[in-house]
């Protein structure tokens, strides 16, 4: 029988989430930073199974951990993942014009802005996180409404960016919880 008098711990699913979306962030952005990466099965895979379903895991641990950013930014951008890579393998009936991947890219910029608000008083490395990531969502959209393939360029280098802040977030995180103190700053 458990001793009930003493709280279980739940781990931290943020390290998860975080990885998701660095690695998947990395693949797609190497793609859109002038095309270093095609945008191929690996990159869609990655997005289905790490950027999309490992995401969605984390949202909902968070959710159990009573963490509403959490749960609120990993479960979408885990949904960020699985639709981009609906409208790229072509599901039957769907696709994509121009001016609706610049608006859906412009929408997830307007939330990413919104949920960097919401860093502001945490750590520095998360900070990062969401202002390359609204930078990233801004250029994208502006590159897709315009057809300028080098304002894409440039939104590909600050996902890069991104991508990289977060698995460094990530790694720091799960270092700090191993060695019982903060090993690389974050």
């Not at 008098?5 to 998701?20: D, H, R």
């Not at 998947?24 to 790490?50: E, K, P, Q, Y």
């Not at 999309?52 to 641990?61: E, K, S, W």
């Not at 859906?104 to 802005?113: A, K």
């Amino acid at each position: 029988m458990a001793d009930e008098s003493q709280p279980t711990k739940t781990a931290n699913p943020a390290p998860l989430g975080l990885l998701g979306f660095g690695m998947t962030t990395v693949l797609l952005s190497l793609h859109n930073a002038g095309g270093i990466l095609a945008l191929d099965g690996i990159t869609l895979a990655m997005g289905i199974f790490v950027g999309g379903l490992a995401q969605v895991i984390a949202g909902l641990m968070e959710y159990k951990n009573g963490n509403t950013f959490g749960t609120v930014a990993f479960t979408l951008y885990g949904m960020f993942w699985l639709t981009f890579v609906a409208t790229h393998i072509g599901m039957p009936g769907m696709g994509f014009e121009e001016p609706s991947i610049a608006t859906y890219l412009l929408l997830w910029g307007i939330l990413t802005l919104f949920l960097f608000i919401g860093t502001l008083k945490g750590r520095v490395s998360l900070k990062i996180v969401f202002i390359t990531l609204t930078v990233t969502f801004f250029l994208l959209s502006a590159g897709h409404f315009t057809g300028v393939d080098a304002i894409v360029t440039a939104g590909g280098a600050v996902g890069l960016v991104c991508g990289l802040a977060a698995m460094y977030t990530a790694f720091a995180e799960v270092l700090a919880e191993q060695h019982g103190r903060e090993i690389l700053p974050f």
